[in-house]
């Protein structure tokens, strides 16, 4: 099938997902708005215990700040929430939906994400028409506390065997980025790298330039 021009162009190379708890009482809304002012070229709404209504409200707000910043929303798990919300994507983990139904679900035009530990789901959400894939946790996190890790070795021979764009997850800050370099990365997911910030402005900014010298853009 055809690629939509959204899932050919986007860029992943500074990666926002949301989590409330890391916020320490500043406001959601402005936070993302500062990290996506800050350089982040992309959004994940992620909400593990909201009812669906708090999500699809949480959701419209956000999107009005992406879509004046034409930067994507991608929708975690909630394949409902993304289509109510005319969202660009939606993220699935190996315990959510299948990828395959996911993108019979959001059609051809929306991107679809998967979380992989290991080549084979890999390879599996590509055969799934997955756009990109999320491995790690590459560090130890505390946003997501059963993810295990993955060795250097490990993520580096799946960018090595992998035609679409590999996204590094878990643990990744200001600190320890440099330490994944040439490994083949296409871009990194954070959290609390932007949003555990006091300034997620200048945070963000700060990690940009990290990730532009990662990737050498």
């Known amino acids: 099938m055809k690629k939509s021009e959204l899932r050919k162009k986007t860029d992943y190379s500074l990666y926002l997902v949301t989590d409330r708890l890391c916020l320490s009482g500043k406001d959601l809304f402005h936070s993302v708005e500062d990290a996506i002012k800050g350089g982040v070229t992309v959004v994940q709404l992620r909400e593990k215990t909201a009812s669906s209504r708090e ?53 051809q035009d929306k991107i679809l994400g998967v979380s992989a530990k290991t080549l084979s789901q890999a390879t599996k959400a590509i055969e799934s028409e997955a756009d990109y894939i999320g491995v790690g946790a590459i560090f130890p996190t505390s946003t ?4 295990s890790e993955l060795s250097l070795l490990d993520i580096s ?14 643990g990744i800050n200001e600190g320890n980025i440099s330490k ?29 330039q990290s990730v532009d010298n990662l990737l050498k853009i």
């Open 55 to 107: 999500f699809y409200q949480i959701g419209l707000k956000l999107k009005e700040i992406t879509r004046r910043h034409n930067i994507p929303l991608i929708i975690n798990d909630r394949v409902d929430i993304a289509l109510a919300l005319d969202a660009e994507g939606v993220h699935v983990g190996q315990d959510d939906l299948d990828a395959q139904l996911v993108r019979k679900l959001l059609g």
């Open 157 to 170: 021979d799946i960018c090595s065997k992998i035609n679409i764009p590999v996204l590094g997850i878990g």
């Open 144 to 147: 997501k506390a059963d993810a």
């Open 180 to 208: 994944l370099s040439n490994l083949g990365l296409d871009g990194i997911c954070v959290v609390s790298a932007i949003l555990g910030q006091a300034d997620c402005l200048n945070a963000t900014k700060n990690l940009r």
